[in-house]
């Protein structure tokens, strides 16, 4: 499990093709691994991949092509920004969401423009996503965590404050860019239960003993 608070922003360092996959190098910059062990998870832009090597300064894990279709790592090249994020730990605080690193789908860049000092983004998500995106909800992008501040049908909104833009790759980032979308979890397992018909049933002496009526 991750938080979407990103540590570092490291690079691409090269794509390896192996018997149908790839092999991803990535440059850490000043990412610590100093605690990483090899078959630690570490998030690369939201992607959760293992570590299968480990180097002072980077590290190396096996990519699917399950992850290379449903991610936007295969479009990656050499030298592209990438968000970092070691594993969650049980004593580190929970700054952002519980991320998973299982990426959802791939989202896209529709709009940035200025808001105050802030810069206000628009994102566009395939159909089968948008409904579990909900105003003042979380929603991790590229491995970050970010409250949404709107939804219009397919396409969602967020503020990105400086530091957040100067301390990930989304300073590189521009209109048309595709983006890793991860939606909360929580979502995903309340659909599933109510689906299945096994979601107890509110009723009105339980949300009144709740407080809720």
């Given at each position: 499990m991750f938080t979407g608070?990103?540590?570092?922003?490291?690079r691409i360092a090269r794509l390896e093709?192996?018997?149908?996959?790839?092999?991803?190098?990535?440059?850490?910059?000043?990412?610590d691994l100093a605690d990483v062990q090899l078959g630690d998870s570490i998030a690369v832009s939201g992607?959760?991949?293992?570590?299968?090597?480990?180097?002072?300064?980077?590290?190396s894990a096996d990519v699917s092509n399950e992850t290379l279709s449903l991610?936007?790592?295969g479009k990656h090249k050499a030298g592209d920004p990438v968000n970092l994020e070691k594993a969650l730990r049980l004593a580190d605080r929970l700054g952002g969401h519980l991320v998973s690193g299982h990426v959802d789908g791939v989202g896209k860049v529709v709009s940035i423009t200025p808001d105050g000092r802030s810069l206000r983004w628009v994102f566009e998500v395939p159909a089968a996503l948008s409904r579990y995106i909900a105003a003042k909800g979380s929603i991790c992008i590229d491995g970050t965590s970010l409250t949404v501040n709107?939804?219009?049908?397919?396409r969602f909104g967020v503020n990105l404050i400086p530091h957040t833009v100067e301390h990930t790759a989304f300073q590189?980032?521009?209109?048309g860019d595709t983006v890793n979308i991860e939606v909360d979890v929580v979502a995903r397992y309340i659909e599933r239960l109510i689906a299945s018909g096994?979601?107890?049933?509110?009723?009105?002496?339980?949300?009144?003993?709740?407080?809720?009526?």
């Open positions: 608070i990103i540590q570092s922003v490291g093709p192996r018997g149908g996959d790839v092999r991803l190098h990535v440059d850490t910059a000043d990412l992607v959760c991949l293992t570590a299968v090597t480990l180097g002072a300064r980077g590290f991610t936007t790592l709107e939804v219009n049908g397919h590189a980032r521009k209109a096994d979601a107890p049933k509110l009723d009105e002496a339980f949300l009144k003993q709740h407080g809720f009526a």
